[in-house]
Nanobody
């Protein structure tokens, strides 16, 4: 089982940027597809972005497409989420998650497909 720890969240103004990191331990992340989810107060957890095991495919929620970029460095056992052009509606706790059973080319977008989760990092965008 892989352990995940997110970092990089914070308070930023509208239009600003952040880079989230998710460091893994216990197992190589090359065995996993990886995803970022977020949960705002009073809302359900939602898929943000995903990346296949070796980074060949990525997929984004429509709400973040063109603004966020997911990437991974299997050698460093870390996945990243670059957040640009942030909006107040991006305010949420952001979680990274690992999907052991995804195929090599597909990214699953439902939270129940992911086996391991980090504790989350808060992103707050002020207007």
């Amino acid at each position: 089982q892989v352990q995940l720890v997110e970092s990089g969240g914070g308070l930023v103004q509208t239009g600003g940027s952040l880079r989230l990191s998710c460091a893994a331990s216990g197992r190589s992340i090359s065995s996993y597809a990886l995803g970022w989810f977020r949960q705002a107060i009073g809302k359900e957890r939602e898929f943000v972005a995903g990346i296949t095991r070796f980074g060949s495919n990525t997929y984004y929620a429509d709400s973040v497409k063109g603004r966020f970029t997911i990437s991974r460095d299997n050698a460093k056992n870390t996945v990243y989420l670059q957040l640009n052009s942030l909006k107040p509606e991006d305010t949420a706790i952001y979680y990274c998650a690992a999907d052991l059973f995804a195929s090599a080319i597909h990214i699953r977008t439902t939270s129940s497909a992911y086996d391991n989760w980090g504790q989350g990092t808060q992103v707050t965008v002020s207007s």
